[in-house]
């Protein structure tokens, strides 16, 4: 007999489908080995394009950070913090990496 959740499916990204897309884009494919085999760009250049579009929106932003360091493997904020270590997106997407993916400030 086939049970039927009493609860809906929420994903961390919640409704916001352009960060959808671009975890869905990062995700590492069935028949390719190792993240971003096979592509072109940088592997943190979605993430980076996702976070330039976000604007002054702070709330998205956190959230998204948030969101991206909990999902993204720790690769992709090392890579594109040494391809490109003055930027300010890659240094807080790092920053919440080593955090653990959490926009709240360290307890005492």
Do not use: C, K
Request: hydrophobic share 35%.
């Amino acid at each position: 007999m086939l049970r039927r959740r009493s609860f809906p499916l929420i994903r961390p990204e919640l409704d916001d489908d352009p960060l959808h897309t671009t975890l869905t884009e990062l995700r590492p494919a069935q028949q390719l080995h190792g993240l971003g085999a096979g592509r072109t760009r940088p592997p943190w250049e979605p993430v980076a394009d996702l976070l330039r579009t976000t604007g002054r929106d702070w709330d998205r932003r956190a959230h998204r950070l948030a969101v991206l360091a909990q999902r993204l493997p720790a690769a992709i904020s090392q890579r594109w913090i040494s391809d490109r270590p003055d930027d300010g997106d890659a240094l807080t997407l790092r920053a919440f990496v080593e955090s653990g993916g959490s926009a709240s400030s360290p307890s005492p």
